[in-house]
T-cell receptor, first 115, second 112 residues
């Protein structure tokens, strides 16, 4: 398949506008989803999570929407700030029930905020 | 601050050498996972340890191995390093499956 190593999808938004980052996941059995923010040179930072029995969850300035029918997640960031500039990953987990789980990450979207 | 610390932050190794990366988790975080993140890509699951035993593994060869210790620290060992092993290696920990999973800042490995 195509390597997306150096071709991350990019979203540029004006400071103060709302941002919407989309993610398609692959495993219909996944029951827990997490959005992470990763700044350059740092590890992923937890933003918000949602379980498969929900379709919406809100945090501070962020909202996650889950559409299980089309296996789609979105992250909405209200009043985007320069500090929001980073790469955003969605991750899915299928709970095997045996205490073992793994995060499967999406391809990532680079958000650039224009001051 | 996630309470997950990794060392070293950066290191350079020669092809064929061996490397050990270390991670210290928060007290009570009895589940630890390791991920490999190549430049410009998302993290890839290597393996998971729970109560000092491996209980899940991704698509990585046996030369990637690990240990988890009772004091909530863990190690990732990679033998016979290859150029493609150059990546950011991330440690993630949580109390139990399904809880918030916290990442460390990672160890940057360059293989030359």
């Amino acid at each position: 398949g195509e390597s997306v190593g150096l071709h991350l999808p990019t979203l540029s938004v004006q400071e103060g506008d709302n941002s919407i980052i989309n993610c398609a996941y692959s495993n219909s059995a996944s029951d827990y989803f997490i959005w992470y923010k990763q700044e350059s040179g740092k590890g992923p930072q937890f933003i918000i999570d949602i379980r498969s029995n929900m379709d919406k969850r809100q945090g501070q300035r962020v909202t996650v929407l889950l559409n299980k029918t089309v296996k789609h997640l979105s992250l909405q960031i209200a009043a985007t700030q320069p500090g929001d500039s980073a790469v955003y990953f969605c991750a899915e987990i299928e709970d095997s029930g045996a205490g073992s789980y793994q995060l499967t990450f999406g391809k990532g979207t680079k958000l650039s905020v224009i001051p | 601050e996630t309470g997950v610390t990794q060392s070293p932050t950066h290191l350079i190794k020669t092809r064929g050498q061996q490397v050990t990366l270390r991670c210290s988790s928060q007290s009570g975080h009895n589940t630890v996972s390791w991920y490999q993140q190549a430049l410009g890509q998302g993290p890839q699951f290597i393996f998971q340890y729970y109560r000092e035993e491996e209980n899940g593994r991704g698509n990585f060869p046996p030369r990637f191995s690990g240990l988890q210790f009772p004091n909530y620290s863990s190690e990732l060992n990679v033998n016979a390093l290859e150029l493609d092993d150059s990546a950011l290696y991330l440690c993630a920990s949580s109390r139990t499956s399904g809880n918030t999973i916290d990442f460390g800042e990672g160890s940057w490995l360059t293989v030359v």
